[in-house]
Nanobody, 127 residues
């Protein structure tokens, strides 16, 4: 099982980035794919997730309306489009896979729901 993130970098406040997560080694539709982030000195937090088997997408409140999660199941790819970025969005962003896909809801989504993790990609938002 492998999850590899890409697309991180530096961006000015108000800017946009798109992160990619390439998944391999497992049945893509059988998992929820989540995005997490860990800011310097803070605990890791879930950003959102997607379950391609039924199209369920969940976002934490602080990113709703700014971040969009999408997937290309044929390519085993999940994306995180981030708009209107703020300095507080600075963090290492990781994707993770968890079962069952039904964990992609507010009451269940979190670190403990994930089975496999990528190494992360750094996003820095500053002027």
């Amino acid at each position: 099982v492998q999850l590899v993130e890409s697309g991180g970098g530096w961006v000015q406040p108000g800017g946009s980035l798109r992160l990619s997560c390439a998944a391999s080694g497992f049945a893509f539709d059988d998992y929820a794919i989540g995005w997490f982030r860990q800011a310097p000195g803070k605990e890791r937090e879930g950003v959102g997730c997607i379950a391609t088997i039924d199209g369920t997408i969940y976002y934490r409140d602080s990113v709703k309306g700014r971040f969009t999660i999408s997937a290309d199941a044929a390519k085993n790819m999940v994306y995180l489009r981030m708009n209107s970025l703020k300095s507080e969005d600075t963090a290492v962003y990781s994707c993770a896979a968890g079962v069952p896909p039904g964990v992609c809801v507010d009451s269940m989504f979190g670190d403990n729901a994930m089975n496999y993790w990528g190494k992360g990609t750094l996003v820095t938002v500053s002027s």
